[in-house]
């Protein structure tokens, strides 16, 4: 059965700190795999990775993919307050099928 | 409107009763999704529908659930005979055709069943 792990399951780090988020798959016939951020209710798209080895980057967020070994990381440098939420994986399922498999999610807290 | 919007955001109904949750994608987005995610958990998919093709409903844990687009535009989630496990927030997310990966989320409903 595909799935998605995402680790750690919660995280508490302090404002400056760097943090590692993990997602780690099986899902047969893998096309992409994205991230979001949800801070509330609805998430937001952060980045979506194809190809390995290419780091995607959004200011102090980061992403990297790594089919071999079925693996993404999000970085996120610097931590500030606002970066509380939790990060969601996803994983869209093979043959154009367009639905996608989430994680249960990393929640991070960020202390002032 | 500018995003996704669903209403209500939040309903609390008794076991055995019946809801319709509502979901306004993107104007123009020809893509629509609906996830369940209960507490502590990831997104459970449930149904995706694409245009004027029949939907993806493979999703749906039960017969007591079904979801219906009107005019390509507006979903509206049924589910019938609640049930306490029902209780999640069920969330919404429309895509350009051709750009399933960029999902735009709504505020989601939290549907409580008591």
């Known amino acids: 059965e595909d799935k998605v792990v995402q680790s750690p399951l919660s995280l508490v780090v302090h404002e400056g700190d760097t943090v590692t988020l993990n997602c780690s798959y099986e899902?047969?016939?893998?096309?992409?795999l994205l991230w979001y951020k949800q801070e509330k209710k609805a998430p937001t798209f952060l980045f979506m990775l194809t190809s390995s080895g290419i780091e995607k980057k959004s200011g102090r967020l980061s992403s990297i993919l790594d089919k071999k070994e079925l693996f993404s990381i999000l970085n996120i440098t610097a931590t500030q307050t606002g970066d509380s939420a939790v990060y969601l994986c996803a994983v869209e399922e093979p043959s154009g099928t367009y639905k996608y498999i989430f994680g249960t999610g990393t929640r991070l807290k960020v202390l002032a | 409107g500018a995003g996704v919007s669903q209403s209500p955001s939040n309903k609390v109904t008794e076991k055995g009763k019946d809801v319709e949750l509502r979901c306004d994608p993107i104007s123009g987005h020809t893509a629509l999704y609906w996830y369940r995610q209960s507490l502590g958990q990831g997104l459970e998919f449930l149904i995706y529908?694409?245009?004027?093709?029949?939907?993806?409903k493979s999703g749906l844990p039960s017969d007591r659930f079904s979801a219906e687009r009107t005019g390509g535009s507006v979903s509206t989630l049924t589910i019938q005979r609640t049930q306490q496990e029902d209780s999640a927030v069920y969330l919404c997310?429309?895509?350009?055709?051709?750009?399933?990966?960029?999902?735009?989320f709504g505020p989601g409903t939290r549907l409580t069943v008591l």
């Open positions: 899902v047969t016939n893998f096309r992409s």
């Open positions: 997310a429309s895509t350009l055709r051709g750009r399933y990966n960029e999902q735009f």
């Open positions: 529908f694409q245009g004027n093709s029949a939907p993806d």
